[in-house]
């Protein structure tokens, strides 16, 4: 296969990309190793979706003294259709600290505002029509209560129509990608990339549903690679590509609780919640997951002596988080396997921003109204009062399990800060020609805020200077 | 729709292949434990000698038994409560619609 653009990977980073190339009138390809599932299919958060849309169905570790369970969308779309599509733009302190400490070159609020509004114009970003749940409403309560600072998010969500819809990757801008005449080859994995007579060539396997695999070669002028901040390394470096590739993964690790109040807050047929507690920002937030029963069961799975309360109880009960920014790891390649082995590192600052989360999650829960907060983290006690809280220790425990996020980030940043960065501040890989990075990888450091709104609005930065400099 | 164990086999399946290579040795030990004792392994043993293994296996203080009940009981769990939840948001819409 031949096109003048290749992009691997169609999340958020990539299908943008993709689309903006192909309505700059280039042949691209866009080759994503998940499968093309339509947007409602599986249904969200069961396990058919796990199985389908997530990434080795969801069991990633980041190994280390203090483990992170992490989580990865691979399917057309990537990590946007199985989100929840909590938007934000990037904090403008966010982005004075990366210009700062990584030479970032023209990336201020200002600068990047257009390719904020120019994806939310493609992508919808809407806040709810309607009363949040209970479940939602019970956080801003609390925080409320306490004096706390808390905000309803939007989401990149379309609430018109019944039931709404999410503005996934695959319901928007890949659709206009198809539109303006780009190619997307699914069930396709990129496993190596070298260069040859002047081109990129692609060395793929693609693996259909029914029918065996076959290896497929693609020849590009210019790729864009766009496989997610642990793929995205893994594949530049099993290429032979490793200067600041793969060393500063990083992530918004949460730890959860499940609260129980005494009346009930969680009702099956509820849009997702939408509250979140900025108060502490940037050490930590909080907010609310998903409640249905198969999270609580699975929050409380560490404690099974809870489990049959959780049968009867279970509508009483929601599934709070505190996010941090601990930990930071390596993505590594080992000999025989095709997936790469990722190691965290802990400071003792993150141990303790953790612990310090939790209490004030606990804090603002019972603020709410909470009776029991049972902390996702076995080795913690079941919570019912101040004095309880009080109890806890300064640190997380090391080896503490229970640690998970949904956001990677950072393990390529961008930048002129040569010892940092694996890319210009344009997101091209230095003494490669015509290869970029499209992708969270990029990100300097964690954004805070949820990351998508980030992603897609570097992204567009990114292919915009590329296209107006004719790629040069 | 799959059912509990097939949904194990196919998250076994699709785990990172370091660690499912790691998770296929552990489960062959945990089914070989208590052949010493018993002579029969795991899933030949009557229900309580399982339920006790499985008890004497989530409180070792190795770590690596933890980890391996750990993963086998959140996946359980996460499987048997994805078929409630459906029956529970379907209703819930169906009543919202009413
Ligand atoms: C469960 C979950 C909930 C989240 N909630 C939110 C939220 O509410 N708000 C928010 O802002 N963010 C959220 N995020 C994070 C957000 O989805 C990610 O930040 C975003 O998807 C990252 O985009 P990306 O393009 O970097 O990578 P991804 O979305 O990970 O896309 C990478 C794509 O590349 C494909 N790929 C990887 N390797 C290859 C290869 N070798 N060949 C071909 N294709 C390849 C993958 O299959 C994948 O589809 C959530 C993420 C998850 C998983």
Redesign the interface.
Known sequence: MVAEVAVIGSGPGGAVTAMLCAEAGKSVLLVEEGQNLPLHWPEHFSRDEILHKYRNAGVNVALGSTQIAYVEGCCVGGGSEVNRGLYYRTPSYVLDAWRKDFDVRYLSSDELMPHFTECEAIARVEYLPCEASAISKRLYEGAMNLGWHAIEAPRLYSYGGRGGSKQSMSETFVPRFLKAGGRLIADTAVRRLSRQEGKWRLDAIHTPTHGPSQTVEISADKVFVACGAVQTPALLRRSGLRKNIGNSLRFHPMLKVVAEFDYEVNDPGDFDPVHQIKEFEPHFGMGCSISKQPMLALTMAGRPDCLAYVEHRWRRMGIYYVQTTGGCATIRNLPFFRDPLVRVRHSEWDLHHYAEGLKRLSEALLAAGAIAIYPAAPEYPVLRSMADLRKLPENLPNGSGNLTSVHVFSSCPMGENEVLCATDSFGRVREADGLYIADASLLCGPTIVNPQGTVMAVAHRNATHAIENRFA | ??SVVG?LF??QA??????R?AFRILTLVFDAWPYATTGKPFHRLDLPRRIDQVERWKRSRL?FRQGLI??Y??FV??????E???Q??D???R??QD
């Open positions: 729709m799959v949904f196919a998250t699709r785990m990172p292949d370091h660690l290579f770590a750990a993963f009981r959140s769990i996460f499987g048997l409560y994805s409630l939840s459906k529970d948001a209703r819930g819409m009543a919202k």
